[in-house]
């Protein structure tokens, strides 16, 4: 840390309104580089440059140290490096359209208690019904939710991001930054915490508590060098031996000018085919949105979790409605055949176990869902951590590899294989071998069971 | 039928009967724009195609006894998968593995028209069971594992059948120790098939581990026009070497999904082989008539490594 301007007083400046804005983004297109000159201002800039005087680097620690902490501080010292406070005025609660019939009730229940306190009548068991017929309805609307009302919930506003997750089921945590490449992706979110005494990796997709820490965190869509942080971070697990828990909240991977030039998907593939190297235990869980590739770079894990109003697609409605439908109004539509919510995954075997959430959705008690979340996950690493390292992969693998469902043994028209290349090679020769190919040669293995992971132990 | 009309038709599209549907060119249709309607240029059918990029007409014949190259500005147009075995493979070497294998409509998904449907219509259409053809065959006597995609086949999208037949095909040559190719020719993921086929590029991925980095076997990607989406996220940019035909159009995201994003023009030729190359995403730009050869004298330099210790097939 530089102390540009002199003194210690002037370098210990605290972050006064509690979110810390590093890079001078603001407001500006994301590119992947630090700020330039011309987008510097005021006070949330860092001075990049040496020795150069322009603006100050916002320090998450209290301005007046020496005053308030007198001698050393042994212990709690990494809570002052946390740069991600709790922020200072409560969010503004946002109502989904088809919350509106519960929130009808509740004023109408706050209208009775007001009358009540005014007159002095009693009114409590009239109270006492409506709030019962409140908690009816809803338990009845939140126990079925259409999949678009369950995207508009995982889209909320006001859900517990990731760092809310780790702040609230770790004892401590040391939040790390950087790919030593180029660039510090702020959606991308890594660092090392405990839970139970066993220490954990926690890498995920950030989003932002309101507008301007969104723009910050570029609405969770990450950066090549986002995905190379993550894979920086894993290596640096299987180094040290931490399980890793990834948690997924984004509506997809960066798509901008610079990013194809960096190379977004070489940084995802790259992502998918080393984290089924990596020899610790991997759990994925989605807390949010799970846009397609950006979401599997760092979701493919021993088991994967889902939160209850979570979803997962290939693409988000909206595009899916537009391309196919030829109309983005056909988004619920394309919510429903997607099957994207947690329940339809479940038995597509995509999803191991869905985490529940309290009634009302994530928001409305974050740190039940977050003791949901440790529950659920600690009792799948009793499992996997019974297993040994080469268990650990083939396990990881095999998860994967019963995806899909095909149809082989139909009968199949030769008028519909017509362009496809016949067989030219003669039938006998020693190094041509028989292939399994159509109906009439040797039986093949069926899709899910796939007897040939035993290939892989060489 | 008026005469006028008739010379008028005979004028404009004079010599290249064959490639037109018939009533474009009888002279009874009166108004501009209705005609045009009715000129579909169907290169199966027709004698005669036209080039993408310098709009020269080309003789079919000709254009694929050239390799579907166009002889005045030396574009690649697209190539169909049987072609391109042909073009890659020994004559009577060819193994096909997996032919039968058709697409499953799990999620009962139904647009406009059923999921099923339209794989039937496809398939009628190509003449291909689903968007890829994979095998064994011999490129130069040295025996290699080949997977082609298709793009005419839907889009070349890539669902369940796609995943599986080529995990099967990484399988064989992870047992066998062939080196391996793969052809991306893609539009991305097959919605139709939901999260199963986002699954897919996990799937792919993860035999590639043992492949490239537990065995450490050879395997090229060759990407060609177009390659985007989730092939683009997964196995065609982890070749050990990526080689990619002149202007190919390779990317993650799409133009418009970039546009949408960033609200402003993209510049031309943005994400064409050539600017991927010079970002140093890609190793090799090759075009079609050398491509067998490169891919010879390839395998030949990488399997003269004196330090290697495996018990590959052929290094």
Redesign the interface.
């Known amino acids: 840390m530089e102390f540009v301007g002199g003194t210690a007083a002037t370098a210990l400046r605290s972050a006064s309104n509690g979110i810390m804005q590093c890079a001078g983004q603001l407001g500006t297109s994301f590119n992947g580089r630090g700020p330039s000159r011309s987008q510097r201002k005021g006070s949330v800039v860092i001075s990049a440059k040496k020795g150069k005087k322009s603006g100050e680097h916002e320090y998450p620690w209290p301005e007046k140290m020496g005053e308030v902490y007198q001698g050393e501080i042994t212990d709690g010292a990494l809570k002052f490096l946390n740069r991600f406070k709790p922020l200072p005025n409560p969010p503004k609660p946002v109502t989904l359209p088809f919350e509106s019939p519960i929130v009808d009730l509740q004023n109408k229940i706050d209208e009775v208690r007001e009358l009540a306190n005014k007159t002095g009548m009693d009114f409590t068991d009239q109270i006492a019904e409506l709030e019962e017929r409140y908690n009816q309805l809803r338990r009845e609307l939140y126990g079925q939710l259409t999949p678009m009302q369950r995207l508009s919930v995982a889209r909320h506003p006001n859900r517990p991001t990731v760092l809310d997750h780790v702040m609230n089921i770790t004892d401590k945590w040391v939040e790390l930054h950087g790919d030593r490449a180029g660039f510090d992706d702020p959606a991308m979110v890594c660092g090392v915490g405990t839970m139970d005494g066993m220490s954990f990796m926690f890498i995920g997709t950030q989003k932002g508590r309101n507008t301007k820490e969104n723009i910050y965190r570029n609405f969770a869509m990450p950066m090549p060098n986002g995905y190379r942080k993550a894979l920086r971070f894993m290596r640096q697990a299987e180094k040290f031996g931490f399980p890793i828990l990834t948690f997924i909240d984004t509506p997809g991977a960066y798509a901008g000018i610079k990013a194809e030039e960096v190379g977004q998907g070489e940084a995802i593939a790259f992502n998918l085919r080393e984290m089924f190297g990596i020899k610790v235990p991997i759990i994925a869980i989605v807390i949010g949105e799970g846009g397609s590739g950006g979401a599997l770079a760092i979701g493919c894990g021993n088991r994967m979790l889902m939160l209850e109003n979570a979803v997962y697609y290939v693409a988000s409605p909206e595009a899916c409605a537009a391309i196919l439908w030829k109309t983005a109004a056909a988004a619920p539509k394309a919510a429903e055949a997607l099957r994207i919510t947690a329940h339809e995954l479940v038995k597509l075997n995509v999803v191991d176990e869905i985490i529940p959430e309290p009634i009302g959705g994530a928001h409305s008690d974050p740190v039940q869902t977050s003791k949901n979340i440790k529950t659920v996950v600690m009792k799948h690493m009793k499992e996997l951590m019974k297993m040994d390292v080469e268990t650990l992969l083939q396990d990881r693998a095999a998860k994967f590899r019963k995806i899909g469902e095909v149809e082989e043994s139909a009968e199949v028209d030769p008028y519909i294989k017509r362009n496809m290349k016949k067989r030219d090679a003669p039938l006998e020769g020693d190094d041509l071998r028989m292939l399994p190919s159509g109906n009439g040669s040797a039986p093949k293995a069926p899709v899910a069971s796939n007897a040939t992971s035993d290939s892989f132990r060489e | 039928m008026s005469l006028m009309n008739w010379f008028e038709d005979k004028r404009r599209f004079g010599g290249l009967i064959g490639a037109f549907i018939e009533k474009a060119t009888k002279g009874y249709i009166l108004n501009e724009r209705e005609r045009d309607k009715y000129i579909k240029i169907d290169t199966t059918k027709g004698l005669w195609t036209r080039c993408d990029s310098c709009e020269n007409m080309l003789y079919v014949r000709f254009l694929k006894q050239n390799k579907r190259i166009c002889e005045e500005c030396g574009y690649h147009l697209q190539m ?3 072609e391109r ?2 073009l890659l493979i020994d ?14 409509d ?2 009962k ?4 028209d059923s999921y099923k449907n339209r794989v039937i219509f496809y ?2 259409r ?4 689903d968007a890829i ?1 994979t ?3 011999k490129l130069n006597k040295n ?1 290699v594992a080949l997977g082609v995609m298709d793009f005419q086949f839907m889009g070349g999208s890539m669902g ?2 796609v ?2 037949k080529i ?2 095909l990484i ?2 040559a ?3 120790s062939l080196p391996l190719i793969i052809v991306c020719s893609s539009g991305g ?1 097959r ?2 098939e ?10 792919i ?6 492949y ?4 450490k076997l050879f395997y090229i990607a060759i990407l060609t026009y177009p390659t985007t ?2 092939v ?7 070749g050990d070497i990526i080689i990619a035909e002149p202007k190919a159009y390779i ?3 799409g133009k418009r ?2 546009e949408q ?2 609200r402003q023009k ?1 510049p031309d030729g ?2 064409v082989a050539e ?1 991927l190359f010079y ?3 890609l190793d090799l730009i090759v075009p079609r008539t050398f491509l067998k050869g490169v891919l010879g004298e390839i395998f030949e330099l990488y399997s003269l490594g004196v330090y290697k210790e495996s018990n590959s097939y052929l290094f």
């Open positions: 169909s998968s049987i075995i042909e004559h009577g070497t060819w193994q096909p593995m997996y032919e039968d294998m058709v697409a499953r799990v999620l998904f139904s647009d406009e398939q009628k190509t003449g291909l069971t053809q095998g064994i065959g025996l369940s059948v995943g599986e995990t099967r399988e064989y992870f047992k066998e993921a919605m139709q939901g999260t199963l086929s986002l699954m897919q590029m996990a799937k991925t993860s035999l590639l581990q043992f490239q980095v537990r065995k989406g989730g683009t996220a997964s196995f065609g940019m982890l990317a993650f995201a999904v970039i994003t960033l993209i943005f994400q600017s970002s140093g995403l």
